[in-house]
């Protein structure tokens, strides 16, 4: 009877087994840092430094590399923000932003590269409070260097917008017939078109071309080489195919060649001016 009330005793206070070989491994072990497996991005989606997942078909661009129809999207779109912007931030109270911006291409690339901190801002991911502040106060900066005065006409009382675009359609005009490509050279428009055609060379392949003896200068024009049977030139992203330049290869052709250079020899650059 002893010994049944004792195995009973036990198993009514409780008596467990201890802990399996797995857990007791586990503890000897000590915490190990598991990683952490995200979500999978589309391929093609790119994620920003604050989260925010962006498809590169809505990627930045710059201006010339663009095709006709972005070109045309992208204007449209930065002009309707810059609306917004103005109205809601009343920016019409003594011209804080200048009527012209839309003729300075400079305020034009820093608009946009505004909206689309804002855009990043705002629909990310990781909501961030801190972000919105120092957005707002790059607003404050960048009309602080578009006018000297932010606001000189509130010094004596309030004075709200006195003009808004949405009202007025002869400054929406003024706005909708500048070019957004005012003021860039046009070897980078050129380069731009190139790019989107896939015949724009990088500096690195112009470089190991340049040291392979696959590239090389074209005599009395600067800035021109000869590399793969075309003419190049530089610009501000890379080498653009140009036409061969005619009027300085004739002059080149009444001159006297260099006889250091056999261009029949094997091993030697083709001659750029043989065709």
């Given at each position: 009877m002893?010994?049944?009330?004792?195995?009973?005793?036990?198993?009514?206070?409780?008596?467990?087994?201890?802990?399996?070989a797995a857990v007791r491994r586990q503890l000897r072990l000590g915490p190990r840092t598991r990683s952490v497996r995200r979500p999978s991005r589309p391929k093609d989606a790119s994620e920003t430094a604050n989260g925010t997942v962006l498809d590169k078909e809505t990627a930045l661009a710059e201006w010339h590399d663009m095709t006709p129809g972005q070109q045309q999207a992208a204007w449209a779109e930065l002009r309707a923000w810059v609306a917004w912007l103005h109205d809601r931030y009343e920016l019409g109270t003594e011209d804080r932003l200048p009527r012209c911006w839309a003729r300075h291409p400079g305020l034009v690339e820093e608009l946009r590269a505004l909206r689309a901190w804002r855009l990043e801002i705002y629909s990310g991911s990781q909501p961030s409070g801190q972000a919105t502040r120092y957005w707002h106060a790059e607003l404050r900066q960048l009309v602080h260097s578009a006018v000297p005065m932010y606001a000189a006409g509130c010094r004596t009382g309030h004075r709200g917008a006195s003009m808004l675009v949405a009202d007025n359609l002869e400054l929406a005009e003024e706005w909708a017939s500048a070019d957004p490509l005012a003021g860039t050279p046009a070897i980078d428009i050129a380069a731009g078109q190139a790019r989107l055609a896939g015949e724009c060379l990088s500096t690195v392949a112009v470089a190991a071309a340049f040291d392979s003896g696959d590239a090389s200068a074209v005599p009395l024009v600067r800035d021109y080489i000869f590399y793969a049977g075309a003419w190049w030139v530089?610009?501000?992203?890379?080498?653009?195919?140009?036409?061969?330049?005619?009027?300085?290869?004739?002059?080149?052709?009444?001159?006297?060649?260099?006889?250091?250079?056999?261009?029949?020899?094997p091993g030697t650059p083709h001659d750029p001016w043989r065709g």
């Open positions: 002893r010994r049944q009330v004792d195995g009973v005793n036990d198993e009514v206070v409780g008596h467990r087994p201890g802990p399996s530089p610009a501000s992203s890379g080498w653009v195919k140009v036409a061969r330049p005619g009027p300085v290869r004739e002059s080149f052709a009444r001159g006297p060649r260099s006889p250091e250079t056999d261009y029949s020899a």
